[in-house]
C-alpha cells in the first residue's frame, strides 16, 4: 500500500453507472486541491498518518477529474 499526505492506492470495486472509462483492480489516487509536503519531512510524515486515519478500513468514493502525467487519478474523495 502507497501512502503520502495527498496519495493513496486503493482497490476500485465499482464505478459508476455512466462510467466511459476503464479503471485497473488498484488505482493511484491524488487528492485534488491537495498539496502535502515532502514525505520525508515530519510535516509529510504528520499528513500521511492523517490520511491513513481517516481512510484506512472506508468505503470511499472518488470523483475522477482526470490523470496526471505519471498516471493516477486526480479525483475529490468523500469517506462515506
Known sequence: MFWTGDTFDMKVTRTGTETQKTYNDQ???RIAKIASSD???????RSKEALE????GKEVRCYVKSRDT????VADVKVM
Do not use: H, N, Q
Open 70 to 73: 505519471g498516471s493516477r487519478i
Open 27 to 29: 488505482e493511484r489516487i
Open 39 to 45: 514525505p520525508d519531512t515530519p510535516a509529510g510524515s
Open 53 to 56: 486515519k481517516k481512510l484506512v
